[in-house]
């Protein structure tokens, strides 16, 4: 038993809900508040419910590591005491046992304070980018309908100065599957080196009385979103940067 692996779950933390300070076209998630008219945008995780998910979530693993991941929405809305909270009742409550956090981010809110605050406490960071400028803002945008980009590579460049382990999501849709070389040696020359893809899959509600504009699979009432990627492009576009990597920059054994 001692050379097989412990089993243990694993839950993903969204402790604002779908709130957001940005307004990405294609983002499925905002939507969301529409589904719970009554909490009146009210979706901040309270104290009491902070303390039992962290004391539950750490009583269900039975090994000797415990991961938290942190999404949104967007997390860093909740503040930073509100992260230093969750630090000290991880301490409280974690028995002495390695704890790990991930944290997802769009980076707007990503300043000095909060890199440190990550450097200190261990955070990984992941940090969503969709290529340079011309293709990021395409979709990313702000409340105000403005392009996020210049905030982004700002939150990236702060990470790296504090040392903060991070990696970058980029969503890849009809805005950037043509562009594989370019969004490649944007994130690589921007200075990340533990890059993430993502396939843009989306459906739009055909259904004029639908709550929700972008629907579930299973949904019979809708049509592909128009951002959506074909899987034979998401698979060129993942080929046409691996045969980059692999000829120039990757590592081959010998």
């Known amino acids: ?10 839950v993903m933390a969204k402790p604002g809900g779908a709130i957001c300070n940005i307004d ?15 909490r009146n945008k009210n979706w901040r995780m309270s104290d009491e419910t902070l303390e039992q998910f962290i004391r539950q979530h750490i009583a269900a693993q039975s090994g000797d590591r415990i991961d938290f991941a942190w999404q949104g929405g967007e997390p860093t809305m909740m503040g930073l005491p509100f992260f230093r909270r969750v630090v000290a009742l991880c301490e409280k409550y974690g028995d ?8 997802q981010t769009n980076g707007i809110l990503v300043n000095d304070e909060w890199a440190r605050f990550f450097a200190e406490q261990h955070f990984l960071i992941g940090l969503s980018i969709d290529g340079p400028a011309s293709l990021h803002n395409h979709y990313r945008l702000n409340r105000a309908g403005k392009g996020t980009h210049e905030q982004v590579v700002a939150a990236m ?3 790296k100065a504090h040392h903060v382990d991070f990696n970058t999501l980029t969503v890849v849709g009809k805005h950037n599957v043509g562009h594989a070389a370019d969004v ?18 989306e459906r739009m509600s055909t259904d004029n009385s639908s709550v929700l504009n972008l629907v579930m699979p ?23 940067i691996f045969d980059i990597w692999v000829r120039r920059d990757g590592f081959v054994a010998t």
């Open 1 to 10: 038993m001692s050379d097989m692996a412990v089993a243990g779950c694993h």
């Open 24 to 38: 990405c076209t294609y983002c499925f998630y905002l939507e969301k508040e529409a589904l719970y008219p009554e």
């Open 96 to 103: 002495g046992r390695k704890i790990t956090h991930a944290l």
């Open 157 to 159: 460049a702060r990470l």
């Open 184 to 201: 490649y040696e944007f994130l690589l020359a921007a200075g990340s080196r533990f890059i993430q893809f993502i396939p843009l899959v």
């Open 218 to 240: 299973g949904e019979s009432a809708a049509k592909l979103a128009p951002w959506t990627v074909p899987s034979w492009q998401y698979g060129e576009f993942l080929n046409q």
